[in-house]
């Protein structure tokens, strides 16, 4: 049986890549607006923004961008679902001797994959702008594990988008919220910089833990307790999106 799911998983994700290899613009256009960020407040605004943190405005911005790179970048499979299942691929699928969990599971590590490659695109453009690290090796492996937990936690959030959307706008809408959330973080600027009520909004969500734990591994420094915060967020998201997916989609099939 788990030989069957992860066969059924793997024809199903490389058909998904496929389609991405075709229209490989899906990436460069996640890519691009992180990138057009990332220019706009190192070269343009860096200068006016104190970070109070000694280093290089850069390496202070990327952990922020790199986590709206994957925002954007989820959007895409909440639309890539959408189609499907308003293209009657998923009624298909039922008809064939399928695993039902891997018609959404090829659509989630396509979604993975998808955005590692965008987030090293990002990474790239950076070294080029003067980000620089005294990560470790063991640093870097839990940097790839964070961004991947949480790239896994967005893309269930976008399946329950794709599954629950009555239009294409819709489908890929629910990631506005995800990706202008970092501006009210400590993505950006340190948020003691922010007024009362939103220093203290900005301090106690998800993606302000998320970024100082990145901005510590990529400095080489210890990372305390905003990395179990971070986790704790982020296994909690991953959780609830996943069951909630899956109770829409056994719903929609049956």
Do not use: C
């Amino acid at each position: 049986m788990t030989t069957h799911v992860i066969r059924d998983t793997g024809v199903l994700t490389g058909r998904s890549l496929t389609h991405i290899l075709r229209s490989p613009d899906t990436i460069i256009t996640t890519a691009v607006t992180p990138i057009a960020l990332m220019l706009l407040f190192v070269y343009v605004l860096g200068g006016a923004i104190q970070t109070g943190s000694g280093e290089s405005y850069v390496n202070y911005l990327l952990p922020g961008i790199l986590l709206i790179t994957v925002a954007s970048g989820v959007a895409y499979t909440a639309y890539r679902l959408f189609l499907d299942l308003q293209g009657g691929i998923f009624e298909r699928f039922q008809s064939m001797p399928i695993a039902r969990s891997s018609v959404l599971w090829g659509h989630v590590l396509t979604s993975l994959v998808a955005n590692l490659v965008s987030l090293a695109i990002v990474v790239g453009v950076a070294l080029i702008m003067g980000f620089r690290t005294g990560a470790s090796v063991g640093a870097w492996l839990a940097v790839a594990g964070i961004l991947t937990l949480f790239t896994l936690a967005l893309t269930w959030l976008a399946v329950i988008a794709g599954l629950s959307a009555k239009t294409v706008d819709g489908a890929s809408a629910f990631s506005y919220p995800l990706i202008f959330l970092p501006f009210i973080s400590s993505a950006f600027v340190p948020t003691d910089s922010m007024p009362g009520p939103v220093a203290w909004f900005a301090e106690n969500q998800p993606v302000t833990a998320i970024v100082d734990s990145l901005r510590a591994l990529f400095a080489g420094e210890p990372v305390g307790s905003d990395l179990w915060v971070a986790l704790a967020w982020l296994v909690g998201i991953l959780v609830v999106a996943y069951v909630g997916a899956v109770a829409i989609y056994r719903r929609k099939m049956n």
